[in-house]
């Protein structure tokens, strides 16, 4: 009989923490795209009420590509940019999260990708692709995450 070898172990312990990983990638992407969605509308719903209160005129209104969640259509911009949130905010610390902790991480990453368009469109700064709401923001908080969910 062979014996294993120490490589042959760290070989199948590592196999193991990248199967985690990528469960817990997977589940933090989907709560994250549902939570982005959810937050990006609720937020746009009280924008535009906001605006028919102020009574404005059409001309004065939001560009286009912000208007897209308004109406009763899905918008798969926002679920996929909630998606990629998500996954960056489990990202630090995918192999280390328990499987209840990882869609969590991914609801709280989609939340901060809705809110953090929300506060880039209300202070009118140029971001047409939200890369910044998509990456940087969910990134920041999966630097601050693992602290509490290890």
Do not use: C
Request: proline share 4%; net charge positive.
């Amino acid at each position: 009989m062979m014996q294993a070898s120490a490589f042959q172990l760290n070989i199948v312990n590592n196999r193991f923490e990248t199967e985690v990983a990528y469960l817990n990638v997977l589940l933090a992407g989907g709560a994250g795209g549902i939570s982005g969605f959810f937050v990006k509308k609720i937020v746009s719903i009280k924008r535009r009420r906001k605006e028919e209160s102020m009574k404005l005129d059409k001309r004065q209104t939001v560009p286009a590509p912000f208007i897209i969640g308004h109406n009763r259509m899905i918008d798969s911009f926002t679920i996929l940019r909630g998606i990629i949130a998500g996954v960056v905010a489990v990202s630090a610390g995918s192999s280390d999260y328990k499987f209840w902790a990882s869609p969590i991480v991914g609801m709280s990453g989609g939340i901060i990708y809705g809110l953090s368009t929300a506060v880039i469109q209300r202070f009118r700064i140029d971001d047409p692709l939200e890369t910044f709401s998509t990456h940087a923001m969910p990134g920041l908080l999966s630097l601050l995450l693992p602290i509490f969910f290890h």
